[in-house]
């Protein structure tokens, strides 16, 4: 059986929030409730540039109820910015190749 992640690309994150929202409103999350959580890495820390990433959290679950009727979870979905991609481990692995600032997400 295939195993499926999600591939964040967080050189280009904009720090945006929607992915965060997104969750929150497809699972009724509470406030202090994140299935994925925007980080930021500050200018002095990294070099001079802002970065923000999408952490996936132990409640994400990759939207099972979504991906069972074939949609994409609902931090890809609404990624304003277009950096979250949802698939097989195999597949995102690959396009993880062609990028410098990625990271791929399993759930247990």
């Not at 890495?41 to 540039?49: D, T």
């Not at 949609?71 to 979905?77: G, S």
């Not at 277009?82 to 997400?105: C, D, Y």
Request: proline share 5%.
């Amino acid at each position: 059986m295939a195993k499926y992640g999600l591939l964040i690309d967080y050189e280009f994150c904009v720090g945006c929030h929607v992915c965060e929202i997104a969750c929150k409103k497809e699972h009724n999350r509470g406030d202090d409730e994140y299935g994925i959580c925007v980080r930021e890495i500050e200018p002095e820390k990294s070099g001079g540039k802002q970065y923000f990433y999408p952490v996936p959290t132990d409640r994400c679950n990759l939207c099972g109820k979504r991906t069972a009727r074939g949609q994409e979870p609902a931090c890809v979905h609404n990624c304003w910015a277009n950096v979250m991609r949802f698939g097989k481990i195999e597949e995102l692995t690959e396009q993880m190749k062609k990028k410098s600032r990625t990271v791929l997400w399993v759930p247990h």
